[in-house]
């Protein structure tokens, strides 16, 4: 935890169950064992089963329960039947975290169609994909859905048009999914993190020979714990009343603009 204050109460999520995509690796493996410390159980869905065990195997040597489901977001009836599964494994699905994500830096004149569409695909459809799935499920529990998305979908960012429509896609989907599932006691919430260290999107997005830290107001990074405990709050009692919210989470990053990618922009 770095030494970061901590919102944990014991069994917080005691008798619930969450499945999280993109839960392999970086924020999704963060999230899926956090919740898993507040008590619940989880499964874990990706592309690629030994990350997903690796996950599972820390979750399951902390002494949870964790049930892995190698699927691809973009295919709807992988991921309607990986949380079928799930839910037929513990009972019951309570929390749906979608954050399968796909990103690269690409000036929109030479991004190919393709490139675009693959980003719309894992995240815009993955996100509507697995909330469509986990739906029914979500009405039995009147359970919650916590999208990530990113800071993308406010700040006009130079080389991210493809992430920007996807992220926005997933804000506006948010409080649509919110508005029409509330009746079913459904809440739709979204966490929108700035940049965050140790994460593979940081790796690659990170503009070269930049101390982006001091293009943060707060002056760091943010941490995959930090988004963890944004997380937790969203999905706990307390956040009970609200729906079709979305929390930014980027250090104050999105009040002074997109610079850092600017720079880059002009120096092509």
Request: net charge neutral; with cysteine; aromatic share 6%.
């Amino acid at each position: 935890m770095r030494g970061m204050s901590s919102v944990f109460v014991p069994n917080l999520l005691a008798g619930k169950v969450a499945f999280v995509t993109g839960g392999g690796s970086g924020i999704g493996a963060g999230i899926a064992k956090r919740l898993a410390e507040q008590g619940a159980r989880v499964g874990l869905l990706g592309r690629r089963v030994e990350k997903l065990d690796a996950v599972a195997a820390e979750v399951r040597a902390a002494g949870g329960e964790a049930s892995t489901h190698a699927a691809d977001v973009r295919q709807f009836d992988a991921v309607e039947a990986a949380i079928k599964s799930c839910a037929e494994r513990f009972g019951r699905i309570d929390v749906l975290v979608n954050s399968a994500a796909g990103n690269f830096l690409a000036p929109a004149a030479a991004l190919s169609a393709n490139g675009f569409r693959s980003v719309i695909d894992i995240d815009l459809c993955g996100t509507f994909n697995a909330s469509r799935a986990a739906f029914a499920h979500l009405c039995k529990t009147r359970g919650c859905i916590v999208n990530v998305t990113a800071t993308q979908a406010e700040v006009p960012t130079p080389l991210q048009c493809h992430a920007g429509a996807a992220k926005a896609g997933i804000e506006k989907l948010t409080r649509d999914l919110a508005l029409e599932w509330s009746r079913f006691g459904v809440r739709v919430n979204a966490v929108a993190p700035g940049p965050i260290d140790d994460t593979e999107g940081m790796s690659r997005l990170a503009p070269p020979g930049v101390d982006l830290k001091k293009r943060v107001p707060l002056e760091r990074w943010g941490s995959i714990f930090e988004v963890c405990e944004a997380v937790t709050f969203v999905v706990s009692p307390a956040a009970a009343w609200m729906t079709g919210a979305t929390i930014l989470l980027d250090g104050g990053s999105s009040l002074i603009g997109p610079g850092p990618f600017l720079d880059m922009l002009n120096a092509t």
